[in-house]
């Protein structure tokens, strides 16, 4: 099958739920303009903004951090170090080799070192281990980027992320998580950095062959502790009905952002959550580290 | 394992979503139980009420007539023929078959005496079978109900049905049919009598063993035109994450009727759509039949 942009090349993605196939070339157009978009539509970020990249080692969040330096956004990558068996090991390797081949340094933060690591944080919590994971995390990057100046913080969660996590909060009427599911959460009191998920138009297939087809090296390995998080079990469900009826996940998720999440919240501009409730939950969670930046 | 309610019988119904297994004497009751608190809650049917059951031959329309009638309402049941190859045949012994051996004799219509069998008119409205099918089928129901002076038309749509339904019509923002999603739709103008769909809190799994437990023969094969049909996909879909989250199809569902529903389509009342938009289409689709009662 021949590129449907340039009717030249080969195509080497196929992408039913637009219709459409690309050679390299042309999906990396395709693939940046998506981005691009999804950033002016919703104005995440500005040309003056310091972005905090929050780098995992998976393909998202290197990703990410590639297609923002390629439009040239002033960026540092930060990867928190879980301690979770070798998986971390692997994980902060390939981050670091990703960084050192473009001349940066990111900034790491070994929760061995400063804090706990995750299978003792949800142990202590009593707490499931993705759950913990997401608020740990969510607690240092804001607390680094407020700290070293940054004006945002940046996560990799793509289309297929956000369609499955709407699709949990749907199915259990969940307006709370409703109200603050969108790509961008605003700067807030108690220095909270704003927050922002430039990949939210573009989906997970499309992020892997861009990373892949740009000869990024990341973690393929799933983390050992996500097996049975509740988070894959809608993704499933999301990619079992996208097959049948490509496109569904995209009117899906900006269906929601564009209309209905103001109807199912009341018109609220999307608002913050407390950093971490599990701070209050479990006292000395954050060890050697100031609770507050 | 023994029965969760008399701890004697051994349980022949595992209802994990309950946290519950029966066995046949206590699942009847539990059944039972669950399809008053249906009716009552949303006031579906009273005592009063002359009932017209649509039965198909399948196990959930079955189920409903035979639960109707242990319930003491007055009922009838109406077939409608559908003229698709040898599963109408079929489907119309087996609701022949039961009413027999209780006494009853259904109305039954066929589409290829009155009316044009679903394949053919698919064919000439160019559309989905099921789509049609859905439509001739609420036209009959409705028009040989107020013909006939029923109050009111039942139709055997489970807890699975509905909810499938929901998240097709939430995939999409359907707000014009989230709006018409409800147990009960009262009787309005132009003879449109009122429709309810009692086993609205009961699974499929849950009418099926009662149809089995209760020996109740129905047509165990699909309906062949309806492989393709974009309901099963959501079915399947929300079995996968039923089964790893036990209760999230109940959940999902009872929280749309009792909350939701009314902030996602503006605190309306559960509205009419018109009995069959492919009227206005294809003219002539319903031939030798009076297009109003």
Redesign the interface.
């Known amino acids: 099958m021949k590129c449907k942009r340039c009717r030249k090349a080969e195509a080497a993605v196929d992408l039913p739920s637009h219709h459409s196939a690309f050679c390299p070339d042309c999906f990396f157009l395709y693939f940046r303009r998506q981005v691009e978009e999804g950033i002016r539509k919703l104005s995440l970020l500005a040309p003056d903004d310091r972005v905090l990249v929050c780098v995992s080692g998976g393909k998202d969040s290197l990703v990410l951090w590639d297609i923002l330096m390629e439009l040239g956004y002033r960026t540092e990558g930060l990867h928190i170090d879980l301690g979770i068996e070798e998986y971390s090991g692997r994980s902060r390797e390939k981050v670091l080799a990703y960084a050192g081949a473009r001349g940066k340094e990111p900034i790491v933060l070994d929760l061995r070192e400063e804090g706990i690591p995750i299978p003792e944080a949800a142990t202590r919590a009593r707490k499931e281990e993705c759950s913990v994971c997401g608020t740990v995390k969510r607690y240092h990057f804001n607390r680094i980027a407020a700290r070293r100046g940054f004006t945002v913080v940046a996560t990799g969660h793509n289309l297929d992320d956000e369609a499955a996590r709407l699709l949990g909060n749907?199915?259990?009427?969940d307006h709370d998580h409703l109200s603050r599911q969108h790509p961008l959460l605003p700067e807030a009191a108690e220095g909270l950095v704003r927050k922002v998920k430039p990949l939210w138009r573009v989906s997970e297939l499309e992020t892997a062959a861009y990373g892949f087809l740009k000869g990024i090296d990341y973690v393929t390995e799933e983390c050992p502790l996500s097996v049975d998080a509740?988070s894959l079990?809608?993704k499933?469900?999301?990619s079992?009905?996208e097959e049948?009826?490509p496109g569904?996940r995209r009117?899906?998720y900006q269906?929601?952002l564009l209309?209905?999440r103001d109807?199912?919240n009341n018109s609220k501009a999307p608002s913050r959550g407390l950093i971490s409730h599990i701070l209050v939950l479990v006292p000395g969670l954050f060890k050697n580290v100031p609770v507050f930046k």
Chains 1, 2 share one sequence.
């Open positions: 749907l199915l259990h009427w509740t079990v809608y499933e469900a999301l079992l009905i049948k009826m569904t009117h899906f269906g929601f209309k209905n109807v199912l």
